[in-house]
């Protein structure tokens, strides 16, 4: 398995930013969310699949219930594109960077 990770350069709204880089703008998440994130994008291969173990008990997720049985549960939306590549659902139009505190 890789450890080393190399992040790409991406490109928003027709400015490019190195993942490594901060942001400029700011986000308020909440800190559940932060730590999720944190943990997600360690450069530690086994703090990240600590985190992925610790997934489903998070703050964050606590209100997806029974883990066990989501799958009897109804969806509220259920999304349907075009085919893999279709983004309607998602308005990157508006898409912007932000520079969350970890």
């Not at 709204?13 to 969310?33: H, R, V």
């Not at 989501?70 to 308005?91: V, W």
Request: aromatic share 8%; charged share 15%; with cysteine.
């Amino acid at each position: 398995m890789f450890t080393d990770i190399h992040w790409p350069v991406a490109t928003t709204c027709g400015s490019s930013f190195n993942i490594n880089e901060s942001p400029q703008k700011n986000c308020e998440l909440s800190q559940a969310a932060v730590n999720l994130i944190s943990g997600l994008l360690s450069y530690n291969q086994t703090d990240r699949l600590q985190v992925a173990n610790q997934i489903k008990s998070s703050d964050l997720l606590i209100p997806v219930g029974d883990w066990n049985n989501l799958h009897d549960l109804e969806m509220p939306f259920i999304p349907d594109p075009d085919n893999s590549t279709d983004t309607f659902y998602f308005d990157v139009s508006k898409l912007t960077i932000c520079n969350v505190l970890l």
